[in-house]
Nanobody, 129 residues
């Protein structure tokens, strides 16, 4: 059974940090790109961070550049999102999703939600002002 399980969300004050984890199982993580998305209340789901496994170049939404860091540990079948200097605007449900392949450009990775084969259930991040 394919599973992506997010964890690490919670309530934090503005300026604080959280580290999200996405633990995967049931498929070969080495053959997939894992991307972080988020969805705030009343807004569309948006791509936050990703990395093509072929070149290991990370991609970030403009709103999180310099504050969020994407990493992955294939040996642990886990992808991480370190979130620093959090802002109230970062409040959202954060999801990880898997896309088969080794390389896509940034626009494809962060905007083509429909191309992703597997999704987690999400973890809530709430940033208070």
């Amino acid at each position: 059974e394919v599973q992506l399980v997010e964890s690490g969300g919670g309530l934090v004050q503005a300026g604080g940090s959280l580290r999200l984890s996405c633990r995967t199982s049931g498929f070969t993580i080495d053959d997939h790109i894992i991307t972080w998305f988020r969805q705030a209340p009343g807004k569309e789901r948006e791509g936050v961070a990703s990395m093509s496994t072929m070149d290991e170049i990370t991609h970030y939404a403009d709103s999180v550049k310099g504050r969020f860091t994407y990493s992955r540990d294939n040996a642990k079948n886990t992808v991480y999102l370190q979130m620093n200097s959090l802002k109230p605007d970062d409040t959202a449900v954060y999801y990880c999703a898997a896309l088969f392949g080794a390389y896509y450009d940034e626009t494809f990775l962060l905007r083509n939600l429909k191309e992703y084969q597997y999704w987690g259930q999400g973890t809530q991040v709430t940033v208070s002002s």
